[in-house]
């Protein structure tokens, strides 16, 4: 089907498209009866306004650009609410690509937020490489780190600190006396999860006869934490963990599932802790014991300081928002209580 263009328009109305345009964009300009025909002759014909002819017009696209690491694991989708609660009421729309762990898809976001002239973008980087990249186009457009601190202090950000919940996570299973302990998780590459891990190696460092290992997998999901699951309760009972640290709440609850179908009883035997504490955590089969970060919460926070460069209201400085880890305690470390 053809698109219905102004020129269209202009010839049912019988005017000229100079005219159309100023009784669409600048109505003061033309006489109340061609406006009016103008506006007849765009509800027969449908016609809708290129946005890219509005953005030149106006000098603004109304969008906001964000990147997340992986769009199924929910807390990167409560980030994403966060910054549209935030952006609603100000008019503005939240373009959001999703790079799948994936540096060749991070770049090629970034590539279209300046090809639709995105006024500003919140990124959550997939590795260093992502966080280079978000200060280019940071010399370009405002830009908000999100769950990320720069390392330069050029871009603000909204981030949490993995450091002490993973140290609060490892600090949980020892006070209830294990003592083999296991960090499961992926991409050793990504910040957060080599500051967790690097946390949990903090707090089993200040109790001697306490040890951590380090489990790799390809992919934080719950199928591989079923796998997981399933090879760790076919270890020997002397070598295999007491307690377990996982980097999220999907993959935790996969390594329960696991556990539980190799016979392994949670938390009698093995207690798990997840991470980002979902919603899910809460009724899963063994409610997840995780640590909470308040994802829909930063992604606000983060959205209204973008919102304030993005207007020219303050200045980027390399400001940091940290947000402080809770323990949601329940039962695949402590049972039913």
Same mark, same amino acid.
């Given at each position: ?101 994936? @540096? ?7 590539? /279209?937020?300046? *090809? +639709?002239?995105? &006024? =500003?973008? $919140?990124? !959550? ?10 200060? @280019? ?7 908000? /780190?999100?769950? *990320? +601190?720069?390392? &330069? =202090?050029? $871009?603000? !950000? ?180």
């Amino acid at each position: 089907m053809k698109r219905v263009g102004i020129r269209d328009v202009a010839s049912r109305a019988g005017v000229s498209m100079s005219s159309v345009s100023n009784a669409l964009n600048r109505p003061e300009r033309v006489s109340d009866e061609i406006v009016e025909r103008v506006r007849a002759a765009v509800a027969d014909l449908g016609y809708v306004p290129l946005q890219a002819a509005q953005q030149l017009r106006i000098g603004r696209s109304g969008l906001l650009g964000m990147t997340v690491i992986n769009i199924t694991n929910p807390f990167f989708g409560d980030l994403v609410s966060g910054a549209e609660d935030a952006t609603g009421s100000s008019g503005a729309r939240v373009l959001v690509g999703n790079s799948d762990d994936d @540096e060749k898809k991070e770049r090629d976001y970034f590539e /279209l937020f300046k *090809r +639709v002239q995105v &006024e =500003g973008a $919140l990124v !959550s980087p997939f590795g260093d490489a992502g966080e280079a990249l978000a200060r @280019e186009l940071g010399r370009s457009v405002p830009v908000v /780190l999100v769950d *990320r +601190v720069d390392d &330069e =202090g050029v $871009l603000d !950000s909204v981030s949490f600190d993995d450091v002490a919940g993973g140290r609060m996570a490892a600090e949980h299973l020892i006070e209830l006396g294990r003592t083999r302990l296991a960090f499961i998780g992926a991409r050793e590459e990504v910040r957060q999860v080599r500051e967790r891990l690097a946390g949990a190696r903090d707090a089993v460092a200040r109790h001697p006869g306490v040890r951590l290992d380090a489990t790799w997998i390809p992919r934080t999901s719950a199928e591989y934490g079923v796998g997981v699951g399933i090879m760790i309760a076919g270890l020997p009972p002397g070598e295999r963990p007491d307690g377990i640290v996982t980097t999220n709440d999907h993959l935790a609850c996969g390594v329960v599932h696991g556990l539980l179908r190799g016979g392994m009883r949670v938390p009698d035997d093995v207690a798990v802790v997840g991470y980002d504490d979902i919603e899910f955590a809460a009724v899963a089969a063994v409610p997840l014991t995780s640590v909470r970060q308040p994802a829909r919460e930063m992604g606000r926070v983060a959205a209204q300081q973008l919102l304030r460069l993005v207007s020219g209201e303050v200045q980027a400085t390399g400001r940091s928002i940290r947000f402080e880890p809770e323990l949601a305690v329940r039962a695949s470390t402590v049972g039913y209580r």
